[in-house]
């Protein structure tokens, strides 16, 4: 079965930039802004991410930032500084996961007309800014999303010694030992600095059907989880990070271009750039292998489809039309309820023209949980290997950090049936809720004190 799916979101934040990357002639609908493209050496963004911002006599205070122009390497000029790649270490692990700058400018959402294969709900086209952003070089994978799986045992041990602390002295004692968790477990777990962790797989076999390397990207979450795996990030990075909004992802995947696919109009070296069904060798493949759009992104065409913020609908583009002008933040479809949801890019299971740039496919929550026994289904995880083993994400980063408003609508719980499942879990002690903040992974890297786990058997 093949995905079906869309909708549009973004970040308004008018930015002059200097685009990171040498892309000829400017095609007629990827115009940016100021005067113009700055291309940088395409030197390995690799050895740039790990010296950005930390030259000798440039410190900035913003990840990603800094104050003077770059000597070489992949840049973009923002308002706030020099955008650059940058390197993370997902805290608490040796993980790391590396994000690439975006130049901002306008282009043409959807497929023109003569594209081939082209889908109804790819038109009609429209015009769209797009502020700079970072975006993830690959998709999530499974080293850097078991980090987050992780916190469901360790969530759960928590709340035990929360229940310990209020009867039993030598619990107390030993917690006065190792401060950080003792002030995880004397606090309240709060809805808005709080993530669910997600609940052990039901089905490995099928999650896991392409394999568990480290470097496989991570599939059959929903996008509810996606969500909260940002949030997770974000708190405990320190650094705001979300899903893409179609829009975004769309822009970043043309990275310049008007043609079907990032490289040209003909699918015949989508080989060259993407894993889909006839090269895959069914199943999902080590994430970057293949050669990288204009922009340096991996995997935008195929591998896995990417689970994107917003919620799907077939005539989106024509409501967009009618928004003479449109910005990003015009073009965001918040959902309303659990699905459909935006998935793009294609995957291993599909045929090339789900691999295009404007393909759109969204998620269907009955079909995708079917083998699942629970009621309500998970919030979580899917259970269909077709076409959910298909289906992941990556994470972006905007320049102007998320307002409380716009973290909530990233992040949180925002269809009625998605809280009555969640809720559910929680009060069925299926589910794990806890406070995350800088300070978490010292603090869950306490339990493994032997006094601690004394405390646990």
Known sequence: MKLRSLCVLVVSAACSFLVPFSLGNEPA????????????????????????????????????LQKTKPADGVFVESDHGYMVPYVVTIPGSDVKFEMVPIP??????????????????????VEIEVPPFWMA???????????????????????????????????KKTLERTKALQELVQSTPEEVDAVTSPTPLYYPEVTYESGED???????????????YTKWLSLVAGQTYRLPSEVEWEYAARAGSTSAYSFGDSAEDIGSYGWFVENSDDRSQPVGKKKANPWGLH?????VAEIVLDEYAA???????????????????WPA??????????????DPAALRSAARFSTDDLEWKASDPNLPLSPWWYTEIFPAGGVGFRVMRPLEPLSKELQKKAWEIDAPELRLAVEARLEEGRGALETVGPKLPRALGQLEDAEVQKLLD
């Open 29 to 64: 609908n990827a115009k940016t802004d100021e005067a113009e493209q700055v291309s940088a050496s395409k030197e390995s963004t690799e050895e740039v991410a790990v010296t950005t911002a930390e030259t000798a006599n440039d410190q900035p205070t913003i990840l990603g």
């Open 299 to 303: 995997d935008m065409h195929g591998n």
């Open 315 to 333: 005539d989106t583009y024509e409501k967009l039309a009618k928004l003479e002008g449109a910005t990003s933040q015009q073009a965001i479809q």
């Open 137 to 171: 070089k690959t998709e999530v994978t499974w080293a850097e999303y078991r980090q987050f799986m992780s916190l469901y045992d360790k969530f759960k041990q928590v709340a035990t010694l929360r229940t310990q602390l209020k009867t039993d002295k030598q619990a």
């Open 104 to 125: 901002g400018g306008t282009f043409l959402l959807g497929s023109s007309e003569s594209e081939a294969n082209r889908g109804d709900d790819e038109g009609p086209q």
């Open 214 to 228: 480290p470097d496989l990207p991570a599939v059959t979450m929903t996008p509810y989880a996606a969500r909260q």
């Open 337 to 350: 309820k659990q699905f459909p949801r935006v998935v793009r890019g294609g995957s291993w299971l599909d």
